[in-house]
């Protein structure tokens, strides 16, 4: 079965801190790796991971992927109030474009 | 920015009566979904739809559930008799499947089944 799994469940920290939130995957027909940021309603986008090693970054988010060892990891330095949210962690297939979505990791920054 | 659209953003509806759920996908896009997020849960792919036919369903895409294009604009979710366990938001998306970029996900409709 194909599944996506994200740690931690749930982070609180203090504004200023760095994240970093983990995705395992085990997937047949791997596409690409993508996260998204989901506060009140829908997901929005934030990165498309295809190839192994290569960090992607947006201003104090960053990502890389390793096919390897099937996982991904998202930092987020000097965070904020406004970064409060579920991030989720998802695996784009390589047939019909479905997305297998993890539970998500409820982040929570303090003031 | 292109938007993916849908309507309403909140439905309360009787348990046992049917419902449709609309959404406008990125115009220049070819490959559609439904997902649902049962409250607290995870994102689940429901539905995908291309070239006027369902592509692939999940298990939990039985007969109550089906999708149409009725024009070249929408693209609609329908629960012919709603159950209380099909409370959930209820996300469309839309993808070109070209270029380094995910789906765009619409803002959801909040089904209540009462």
């Known amino acids: 079965e194909d599944k996506v799994v994200q740690s931690p469940l749930s982070l609180v920290v203090h504004e200023g801190d760095t994240v970093t939130l983990n995705c395992s995957y085990e997937?047949?027909?791997?596409?690409?790796l993508l996260w998204y940021k989901q506060e009140k309603k829908a997901p929005t986008f934030l990165f498309m991971l295809?190839?192994?090693?290569i960090e992607k970054k947006s201003g104090r988010l960053s990502s890389i992927l390793d096919k390897k060892e099937l996982f991904s990891i998202l930092n987020i330095t000097a965070t904020q109030t406004g970064d409060s949210a579920v991030y989720l962690c998802?695996?784009?297939?390589?047939?019909?474009?479905?997305?297998?979505f993890g539970k998500g990791t409820r982040l929570h920054i303090l003031p | 920015e292109p938007e993916v659209t849908q309507t309403p953003s909140h439905q309360v509806t009787q348990m046992g009566q049917e419902v449709i759920l609309r959404c406008v996908p990125i115009?220049?896009?070819?490959?559609f979904y439904w997902y649902r997020q049962i409250l607290g849960q995870k994102v689940e792919f429901l539905v995908s739809?291309?070239?006027?036919?369902?592509?692939?369903k999940s298990e939990i895409f039985d007969d109550q559930f089906s999708v149409e294009r009725p024009d070249g604009s929408n693209f609609t979710l329908k629960i012919r008799s709603t159950k209380l366990e099909d409370s959930a938001m209820y996300f469309c998306?839309?993808?070109?499947?070209?270029?380094?970029?995910?789906?765009?996900f619409g803002s959801g409709t909040r089904l209540t089944v009462v």
């Open positions: 998306a839309s993808s070109s499947r070209t270029g380094n970029y995910g789906y765009t």
């Open positions: 997937v047949t027909n791997f596409r690409s």
């Open positions: 295809t190839s192994s090693g």
């Open positions: 998802a695996v784009l297939m390589n047939r019909d474009d479905k997305i297998i």
């Open positions: 115009s220049n896009h070819l490959y």
């Open positions: 739809f291309y070239n006027n036919e369902i592509s692939e």
